[in-house]
């Protein structure tokens, strides 16, 4: 469910209308909801509330600092990939304490940096990063707390791009491989071990797979536990899918349901890693039409956002729902159309042969779902800057990140003196 719905013909985020907000802040741009956010967290963090859980939202789905700020003040922590992603948590008031840093390429200064703000965690994907992060350690006369990032190899049935959890993929450790491992970490003077972590895959819309998984890391936990290792962690990632379009994802109340069923017994602190359920229905982006352009077989609407603004239907092939903001009339005709952006490649796409209200050029169109993976992903090519984004809450709005200008644009680079 989200705030974002239709009254009397002007679409709305909560009680702000579209249409207004983008005669203020120009278009295109990104709305997030702040009841939608809040929602969303609840409802996801409220069937842990009777264990000991840590919910850790996984800032790489959306690092704007209003919307961190927000999952910060319900009790949100963060899951990081990066020193960046660690200083934007801790810039939006999010304790070191609740974050866990994942990621294949750790480099030693961004150990340190997260070392010398005490992190709750790192999820150590591989041998070599175990062994620097241990030199890192020792070097600062301290112990890194870690988990060791298995890979259960789990088809999560996602799209390939986004699938983490199989033997082919470049994340964590194989299960088979991983019992060594623990056993060199835990001899390690820098390192102290206390979990397991495992993150198999984005957009899962079918929990079998997540069965299996927590399956596999439970049985994996009696292991370790029978060779004196001591687990209290056990951090299950992410990836719970959402409705993009008319399919039904899974309802986080039977995701629960399987992760205590596999988890609850075993005494530990369970950590979780959402980032798309918990902010992808709360975004959407704000487009206004350019042109609507006739060609032999196809009908273009060329809107003013692009693949550098929103690149995950370029990318993956991704569905969006696209609404107008001013209700079309019943009698307007319904036409198969390619929404497009003005980027000049062909795959700067948006929704091919879509049956929609054929808009007019001047017309607001919004695409919805566009909250998890959207502004992160952003660029500025065809420099293009940086769209604004804008925060609703209740009747207010506030923009959480300006438009980037043409000046910054054009500064960023430096004309070098030869001579
Ligand atoms: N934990 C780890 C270690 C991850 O790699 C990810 C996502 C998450 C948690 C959060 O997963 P979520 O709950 O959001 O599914 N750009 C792609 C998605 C990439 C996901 C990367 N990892 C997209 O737009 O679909």
Known sequence: MDHFHYVNGVYHAEDVALDALAAQVGT????????????????????????????CFAVKANSNL???????KLGCGADVVSEGEIRLAMAAGIKPSDIVFSGVGK??????????????????????????????????NTKARIAVRVNPDVDPRTHA?????????????????????????????????????????????????????????????????????????????GGLGI??????????????????REMKDLGCTLMFEPGRVLVGNAGILVSRVVYVKKSTNRLFVIVDAAM????????YGAYHDIVPVIAPSGNASTELVDVVGPVCETGDI????????VPAAGDLMVFRS??????????????????????????????????????DLVGRDVIPQWD
């Open 350 to 357: 948006f929704a091919e042969q879509r049956l929609l209200k």
């Open 243 to 260: 409705p993009y379009g008319q399919e039904e994802p899974p309802m986080p109340d039977v995701y629960a349901e399987i992760a205590k």
């Open 28 to 55: 295109p741009f990104y709305c997030y909801s702040t009841a939608t956010l809040t929602r969303h967290y609840k409802v996801f963090s409220g069937h842990f509330s009777d264990m000991d859980a840590k919910i």
């Open 308 to 315: 550098n603004d929103l690149i995950r239907p370029t990318l």
């Open 370 to 407: 566009a909250g998890a993976y959207g502004a992160v992903m952003s660029g500025t090519y065809n420099a293009r800057p940086l769209i604004a984004e804008v925060m609703v809450n209740g009747g207010k709005s506030a923009i959480v990140r300006p438009r980037q200008t043409y000046e």
């Open 161 to 237: 791009k986004i699938s983490t959890g199989q033997k082919e993929s470049k994340f964590g450790i194989a299960m088979p491989n991983a019992l060594p491992v623990y056993r060199y970490a835990s001899s390690l003077r820098g390192i102290d071990v206390q979990g397991v972590s495992v993150h198999i895959g984005s957009q899962l819309t079918n929990l079998e797979p997540f069965a299996q998984a927590f399956a596999r890391v439970r049985a994996f936990v009696g292991e370790l536990r029978a060779e004196g290792c001591t687990i209290k962690t056990l951090d299950l990632g």
């Open 107 to 140: 480099t030693a200064s961004e150990m340190a940096y997260a070392l010398d703000h005490n992190i709750f965690q790192f999820n150590v994907e591989s041998e070599p990063e175990l062994e620097l992060l241990n030199d890192v350690a020792l070097s600062k």
């Open 66 to 72: 209003g919307v961190l700020n927000t999952l910060s």
